[in-house]
């Protein structure tokens, strides 16, 4: 089984910052693309920002130069630092990994999602 545990939502005013993180453990052989995507109340689930196992990075046009993505291939996690927020980012946080269990065969798992708020 492969889990992917989510931290670091919360409430925040609007022009603050948060710093979201999601482990990842289990049967892992290797992770490939890991990213962050949010769904607000009455729309469709969005992506935020992925980064690949490389390196290479992808942001959404609503987050670009405010939310930065990063990863710990060492501790299987993946990271979003948000600035800057505004009261339209707040949703709930959803991670996803694409992940190897074996050197076939690959999969995307999600986590359980973490509520963030922007709010004065």
């Known amino acids: ?9 919360g409430l925040v005013q609007p022009g603050g910052s948060l710093r979201l993180s ?4 289990g049967i892992i052989f290797s992770i490939n693309t890991m990213g962050w995507y949010r769904q607000a109340p ?3 689930r969005e992506l935020v ?10 942001y959404a046009d609503s987050v ?8 710990d291939n060492a501790k299987n996690t993946v990271y979003l630092q948000m ?7 707040t949703a709930v946080y959803y991670c996803n990994a694409n992940i190897n269990r074996d050197s ?3 999969y995307d798992f999600w986590g ?3 509520l963030v708020t922007v709010s004065s």
């Open 42 to 44: 009455g729309k469709e």
């Open 22 to 25: 999601c482990a990842a453990s």
């Open 1 to 9: 089984q492969v889990q992917l545990v989510e931290s670091g939502g």
């Open 83 to 89: 600035n800057s927020l505004k009261p339209e980012d």
């Open 64 to 71: 670009k130069g405010r939310f930065t993505i990063s990863r």
């Open 112 to 114: 359980q999602g973490t």
């Open 49 to 58: 920002a992925t980064i690949t196992s490389g390196g290479r990075i992808n």
């Open 104 to 106: 076939v065969d690959s």
